[in-house]
């Protein structure tokens, strides 16, 4: 079965270019997180969508970052423009039913940004 | 709001040393608690967790018990070995509110031959 995948693999840019990467969860994931993981952090949720709807995006700073998963399946975090600031690792997983009824998240390998 | 503290890495030990990686949270309510795990060059794993006090989870040689008296739950193997040299995070998981993992910063472990 294959994992999580997610492109690209590392993306550098320049500063107040736009950004995006994409998700493509387990098949049959009906649940999918963004997650944002700074160096020597652990990883923050970014948003959370049950099927296409993004059921907690509190976290997301939405002035500059934008996601979507259009028909349930793959996601697409975008960032426009990008900042130095935004330099980190981003992490897709996803899980069946949610989380509470799993108790796991499968993540993908991550998007390795780098902002110059 | 919720967090969970680890044991400041990076830990480096011989092969066959025993492991402790410290955990510690706060958390409204009764938190589910995990340790994932990443590998070099692989994503985020589940290695083990515990859903209630006193709950044991084990992997792979690993063990963590779920202590509410002193809200902990350290990482231990008895007998460590190069191939588990990777990043371990601890995390909770409260029900009731927003659905999502909140990890520790992670633990770096070496383990050289």
């Known amino acids: 079965e294959a994992g999580v995948v997610q492109s690209p693999r590392y993306k550098i840019i320049e500063k107040k270019q736009p950004v995006a990467f994409w998700c493509n969860p387990i098949s049959g994931h009906n649940t999918l997180y963004w997650y944002l993981q700074n160096l020597g952090q652990g990883p923050e949720l970014l948003i959370r969508?049950?099927?296409?709807?993004?059921?907690?995006d509190s976290q997301l700073p939405k002035d500059r970052f934008s996601a979507e998963r259009l028909k349930g399946v793959d996601s697409t975090l975008k960032i426009q423009p990008a900042e130095l600031g935004d330099s980190a690792v981003y992490l897709c997983?996803?899980?069946?039913?949610?989380?509470?009824?799993?108790?796991?998240?499968?993540f993908g390998e991550g998007s390795r940004l780098t902002v110059l | 709001g919720d967090s969970v503290t680890q044991m400041e890495g990076p830990v480096t030990l011989s092969e066959e040393a025993f492991l402790t990686i410290n955990c510690t949270y706060t958390a409204t309510g009764y938190p589910s608690l995990f340790w994932y795990v990443q590998y070099p060059g692989e994503g985020l794993q589940l290695l083990l967790k515990a859903t209630k006090a006193d709950d044991k989870g084990s992997n792979k040689g690993f063990e963590a018990t779920y202590r509410k008296e002193t809200t902990s739950f350290h990482l231990e193997k008895g007998s460590v070995q190069v191939s588990d040299s990777a990043v371990y995070f601890c995390a909770l998981y409260s029900q009731g509110g927003s659905e999502k993992l909140v990890f520790g910063k992670g633990t770096k472990l070496t383990v050289n031959p």
């Open positions: 969508y049950e099927n296409e709807e993004a059921v907690d």
């Open positions: 997983a996803s899980s069946f039913g949610g989380f509470a009824n799993t108790g796991e998240l499968f």
